[in-house]
């Protein structure tokens, strides 16, 4: 018998694992409303991964290495029975830091299941504190008191909370300070990303980006800060720390300085393709060899075999014309 290696020459820490396309919002860097309607083709149902499939990969995963899952889609709380999913990857595998990304606003409904299931950490996506800003970011007019009583819901329950802030030039950039004092008052990490050309949908340009030295600058004026240190190793925030000790804030800048030499990341997408760069083009089909009677070990190879072949720094070759002519996957599918 052939032995499986459970060691990868480059290292696989994370998976993000998209458990719809769909999304009860229309935010305009990810699902622009005018392309997102009804007539858009979303996967059927049937094509999904089912929750026993899902667990399997999370098993091969885990001994090549993989300590991290985290959830997301589309609007991950919109896949049904998502407590019995997080309850199961609980139990049947040894992965501990399971962590959800989501728009916040069904956490009033779930987050004390959630958390009892085994669910550690809660990233609440929240791109602006004033009300017309945000409906306007949301696409569906949706109020920002609605993610505020989800993020409170999400603290109540005792899950670790961090704050996710897309800055898109000309849409939200006047409320990178508002943002910042909020959630240092409260103690919670907010973490800026830098708005990017995921997919080929969202109208992006190198003109849309605030970078990460601008938002740097315009809190360190008001409120003094200071570089952290990376806590491991491919982390993908810079963080920054309050000079007066409340606590800390990050920024993901993709754009502006990319981090691909570190990248320990594969997604996996809803229909069960799993992709090694956020901004592929195509993904490798898994779902087929989860359908088949293929073994563990047969599992764990052929994500060996995608992962050892990668050879991925999108990032770091960027380009206005890459933006727009190469292909890629969409966020709401890949999982961002
Ligand atoms: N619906 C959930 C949410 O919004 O948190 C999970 C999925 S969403 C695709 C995951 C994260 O990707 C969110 O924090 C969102 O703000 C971010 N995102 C989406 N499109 C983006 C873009 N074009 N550039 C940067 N971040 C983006
Ligand atoms: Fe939906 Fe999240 Fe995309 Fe906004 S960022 S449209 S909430 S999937
Ligand atoms: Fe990783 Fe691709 Fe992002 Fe580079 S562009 S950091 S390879 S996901």
């Not at 719809?20 to 997102?36: G, H, L």
């Not at 997301?72 to 959800?100: N, Q």
């Not at 995921?198 to 800060?225: C, M, Y």
């Not at 606590?247 to 990341?265: Q, Y």
Request: charged fraction near 30%; aromatic fraction near 8%; glycine fraction near 6%.
């Amino acid at each position: 018998m052939v032995q499986v290696k459970d060691q990868l020459n480059r290292p696989l820490r994370d998976i993000r694992i998209s458990l719809t396309d769909q999304c009860n919002f229309r935010c305009s860097y990810c699902m622009p409303a005018e392309i997102f309607g009804v007539d858009y083709p979303f996967l059927p149902k049937e094509e999904y991964l089912s929750f026993s499939e899902i667990i399997k990969v999370v098993q091969a995963a885990e001994e090549l290495g993989v300590e991290k899952i985290r959830l997301t889609g589309g609007e991950p709380l919109l896949r049904k029975d998502l407590p019995k999913l997080i309850s199961e990857l609980y139990r049947r595998t040894g992965i501990k830091d399971i962590a959800l990304t989501t728009n916040g606003i069904f956490l009033p409904k779930y987050a004390k299941e959630l958390k009892e299931a085994g669910l550690q950490r809660v990233n609440i996506s929240m791109d602006a504190l004033d009300d017309d800003v945000f409906k306007q970011m949301n696409g569906r007019s949706v109020s920002i008191k609605a993610v505020l009583k989800g993020i409170d819901a999400a603290l109540s329950a005792g899950l670790g909370v961090k704050i996710n802030m897309v800055v898109k030039k000309g849409a939200n950039e006047d409320q990178i300070l508002p943002m910042a004092r909020y959630f240092k008052e409260r103690g919670i990490v907010l973490r800026f990303i830098e708005f990017m050309d995921v997919g080929s949908t969202n109208g992006w340009q190198l003109s849309s980006v605030v970078s990460k030295k601008e938002i740097f600058d315009r809190i360190n004026h008001v409120f003094p800060a200071e570089p952290v240190n990376e806590a491991y190793y491919g982390e993908v925030a810079s963080r920054f720390r309050y000079k007066d000790g409340s606590g800390e804030f990050g920024v993901i800048s993709s754009v502006t300085e990319s981090f691909c030499s570190t990248c320990t990341r594969a997604r996996l997408s809803a229909d069960g393709r799993l992709y090694t760069c956020l901004f592929a083009a195509k993904g490798h089909d898994l779902k087929t060899i989860l359908r088949s009677d293929a073994s563990a070990d047969e599992i764990k190879e052929y994500i060996i075999s995608v992962w050892e072949h990668r050879a991925d720094r999108y990032s770091d070759e960027r380009t206005e014309e890459t933006a727009k002519n190469r292909p890629k996957i969409e966020m709401s599918y890949i999982g961002g």
